[in-house]
T-cell receptor, first 115, second 113 residues
Framework: ETGVTQTPRHLVMGMTNKKSLKCEQHLGHNAMYWYKQSAKKPLELMFVYNFKEQTENNSVPSRFSPECPNSSHLFLHLHTLQPEDSALYLC??????????????FGPGTRLTVT | GEDVEQSLFLSVREGDSSVINCTYTDSSSTYLYWYKQEPGAGLQLLTYIFSNMDMKQDQRLTVLLNKKDKHLSLRIADTQTGDSAIYFCAESPSRSNDYKLSFGAGTTVTVRA
């Protein structure tokens, strides 16, 4: 596998369910991100992890819980979601090594539908 | 208003040039990016420009930066059907937070025969 992978690609869950999204990067990067993409809205940055430490929590509700066990893996644990949480959830990674340009590389996303 | 603004739609004939425009608000932006998103896929980095440059060319892509007006554009020469996608402009707001990108809402480009 190369690049950034995400599983599952599609997820339908009820409001009382608990599920997890997984992201894995094979680029040797040390920063990872979760974004929420809703139709016709700018990407919303949710969480940032740098060297496994959470450096950003952009006022995300507690029903979204991130986990970063190592620099290659990032999870987003979901519980008691609301229908308005239905969106495409994108994971990205970048190299934080002082190279100057922190290009972010994205996974294909998980399309989440909350019923 | 939003930090990064783009028009939502652009329709272009195959073979013509496409120009996608973006305005941003943070004058201390260090890098500005263009990403492409095809249906069912994540965002793909197309190109980026450092704020001390005013132009960058990469094959069919030309990026123009007017720092005074905080205006960024992406020109695609000889537009093909495979260029149909959503294009996002993004900025790195400041040197100390280069990892934190601000994205526009995306411009949907439709290429017609």
């Amino acid at each position: 596998e190369t690049g950034v992978t995400q599983t599952p690609r599609h997820l339908v869950m009820g409001m009382t369910n608990k599920k997890s999204l997984k992201c894995e990067q094979h680029l040797g990067h040390n920063a990872m991100y979760w974004y929420k993409q809703s139709a016709k809205k700018p990407l919303e940055l949710m969480f940032v992890y740098n060297f496994k430490e959470q450096t950003e929590n952009n006022s995300v509700p507690s029903r979204f819980s991130p986990e970063c066990p190592n620099s290659s893996h990032l999870f987003l644990h979901l519980h008691t979601l609301q229908p308005e949480d239905s969106a495409l959830y994108l994971c990205a990674s970048s190299q934080d090594g002082g190279s100057g340009s922190y290009e972010q590389y994205f996974g294909p996303g998980t399309r989440l539908t909350v019923t | 208003g939003e930090d990064v603004e783009q028009s939502l739609f652009l329709s272009v004939r195959e073979g013509d040039s496409s120009v996608i425009n973006c305005t941003y608000t943070d004058s201390s932006s260090t890098y500005l990016y263009w990403y492409k998103q095809e249906p069912g896929a994540g965002l793909q980095l197309l190109t980026y420009i450092f704020s001390n440059m005013d132009m960058k060319q990469d094959q069919r892509l030309t990026v123009l930066l007017n720092k005074k007006d905080k205006h960024l554009s992406l020109r695609i020469a000889d537009t093909q059907t495979g260029d149909s996608a959503i294009y996002f402009c993004a900025e790195s707001p400041s040197r100390s937070n280069d990892y934190k990108l601000s994205f526009g809402a995306g411009t949907t480009v439709t290429v017609r025969a």
